[in-house]
């Protein structure tokens, strides 16, 4: 698992007209490249009428997926484009279709890649492009008297407070980049002046908005 990556928002959608033809541009992050499909698919269902559908998606750890198709729009000048742009912002399991709605004036190849590149970043800005960054959970289980104390100096950290458990004893949930886990433990142990029992539970990634 990479510690953190690059990618979007579940989904954006933007819409631009250039020389009275329609680009709407749509992204949505996309972790396989069957559901990537699915969204080529379903935008194609939702736009029959469009002239050209175009798209490109990167998918994978290390970028092995890389797709893109015109459409019949000229060879390589809305697939690439588009893909192109995913490449530059470096995001990783995202998928952009852009759909086009002839407006009578050619734009020639170079006015085609200017519009769905543009189309493309707007798609982009559109839906917002976060951090995940892997995290590290610990169980912190405490007894009651320690809650106040812990509680109010984790939400002064960067460490996040997920959840609390309230049984016979009280199991603070904590999610911790996965390169503070030491620091934090011992963080906690100074804390608690030794008394937490911390678990190491599963991995997972965070959103953070970029």
């Known amino acids: 698992m990479l510690k953190k990556y690059y990618t979007i928002q579940p989904f954006g959608q933007t819409e631009i007209e250039i020389q009275k033809s329609r ?6 992050r996309c972790e396989t490249e069957a559901a990537a499909k699915d969204f080529i698919a379903e935008i194609k269902k939702d736009h029959p009428q ?18 893109a198709m015109d459409d019949g729009e000229p060879s390589g000048t809305a697939g690439v484009p588009i893909l192109e742009v995913i490449k530059k912002r470096e995001l990783k399991d995202t998928c952009i ?3 086009r709605y002839f407006g009578g004036i050619k734009l020639g190849a170079g006015g085609l890649i200017r519009a769905y ?3 493309a970043k707007e798609a982009i800005d559109a839906a917002g ?9 610990l169980d912190v289980t405490i007894d009651y008297p320690l809650l106040g104390k812990l509680e109010n100096d984790v939400r002064q950290t960067s460490y996040i407070l997920e959840s609390i458990d309230y049984l016979e004893h009280v199991t603070v949930h904590l999610a911790v980049e996965t390169d503070d886990v030491e620091t934090c433990k011992q963080w ?3 804390l608690t002046s030794d008394q937490a029992e911390i678990i ?3 991995k997972a990634y ?4 970029v």
């Open 129 to 137: 492009v976060v951090c995940r960054k892997q995290v590290q959970k």
């Open 50 to 67: 469009a002239n050209h559908n175009c798209s490109a998606y990167m998918i994978g750890e290390h970028d092995q997926i890389q797709k």
């Open 188 to 190: 906690l142990v100074n």
């Open 117 to 119: 590149s543009t189309s």
């Open 97 to 99: 279709v852009v759909t």
């Open 206 to 209: 965070i959103d953070v908005p």
């Open 200 to 202: 190491e539970t599963t």
């Open 23 to 28: 680009f709407i541009a749509h992204a949505k």
